[in-house]
């Protein structure tokens, strides 16, 4: 967030507070991409991240005044977006882990950009137990340090870096060559924790 | 490899941005809400309200408990006043039947010679 972004945002905040419903109407319009797009990678389902990101949002409305900043606005977001979504999963049916298909590459060899690589990651990464799921977002999609991390979803810092390192190993083979996709299994996902 | 798996997965979950329609779909249902809601009081006034309403009673209180003690005191200050005249009056009337008989003395003697 750049400087100019934040006066703005501290600009809309202190007139949201005041009642000004257009100023909260620019809060929600620059930081729905952040909710909206936690609540799709989290729930893997876009009408009920649409719907938890409306929740996410009348709560705001009516938490407004213990917001103190920008930063803590979006702090804010992503703490009460991941929480709702964990509240979600945990009430929805668990699932079982799959099973990749034998020697489907998912990658073409090379491209910067291979959109059936990032569809099936994003299917990986929606797979994954709720806990790790939400720090491969924070880290990935919100690019947050692993401190931070642990801050918005008040983990220890080394249970951040273990979710962490053990979903980029079940994430690596995803990236990698044929001949390392076979038998790949997302043991993880299994007691949906 | 990681650098790269890095890179995929910034690109696989970029952020999407649910569009126009959403904002408006947040701003409806946010009208709709009671306007006694919409927002809430900071909670340092919520706190300076808890207070001030809790002097307000712990004042009534006192002063209530203050105006009863008052009125003991006063029907004591009352009891005290009738116990002192009932116990002059008895005084005085002793007092007044002590010089009655002393005023007529001999009109025993004189009526018993």
């Known amino acids: ?193 | 490899m990681t650098n790269n798996l890095d890179d995929e997965l910034h690109r696989a979950l970029r952020a999407v941005d649910p569009g126009e329609e959403f904002t408006l779909r947040v701003t409806e249902r946010i009208a709709q809400q009671p306007m006694h809601s919409r927002y809430s009081v900071p909670p340092a006034y919520r706190w300076l309200s808890v207070a001030v309403l809790t002097g307000i009673v712990l004042a009534a209180l006192i002063a209530h408990d203050q105006r009863l003690r008052h009125e003991q005191q006063g029907l004591e200050a009352r009891r005290q006043l009738i116990e002192a005249l009932r116990v002059t009056g008895e005084k005085l009337d002793l007092a007044y039947r002590v010089v009655n008989d002393d005023a007529h003395p001999a009109s025993g003697e004189n009526s018993g010679a």
Not at chain 1, 19 to 43: D, I, N, P, W
């Open chain 1, 1 to 193: 967030m750049t400087e100019a972004d934040t006066c703005t945002t501290e600009d809309s905040l202190s007139r949201a507070l005041a009642g000004e419903s257009a100023a909260f109407t620019a809060l929600v319009r620059k930081h729905q991409c952040l909710v909206y797009s936690l609540g799709l990678r989290m729930l893997s389902d876009r009408h009920k991240a649409e719907d938890l990101a409306q929740d996410v949002f009348l709560q705001l409305h009516r938490s407004l005044a213990s917001i103190e900043s920008a930063a803590h606005l979006s702090f804010w977001l992503r703490k009460v977006t991941i929480n709702r979504a964990i509240d979600r999963l945990r009430r929805e049916p668990r699932y079982e882990a799959l099973l990749l298909q034998e020697g489907v590459y998912l990658g073409s060899d090379a491209s910067d950009d291979d959109p059936l690589l990032q569809r099936r990651l994003r299917d990986l990464v929606g797979r994954l137990p709720p806990a790790p799921r939400a720090v491969v977002l924070l880290r990935y999609q919100e690019d947050l340090d692993p401190t931070e991390i642990a801050r918005s979803l008040s983990m220890p810092i080394n249970t951040v870096k273990s979710h962490l390192k053990r979903s980029l190993a079940i994430l690596r083979p995803a990236a990698a060559r044929p001949a390392q996709l076979r038998n790949l299994t997302l043991p993880l996902a299994r007691n949906g924790q």
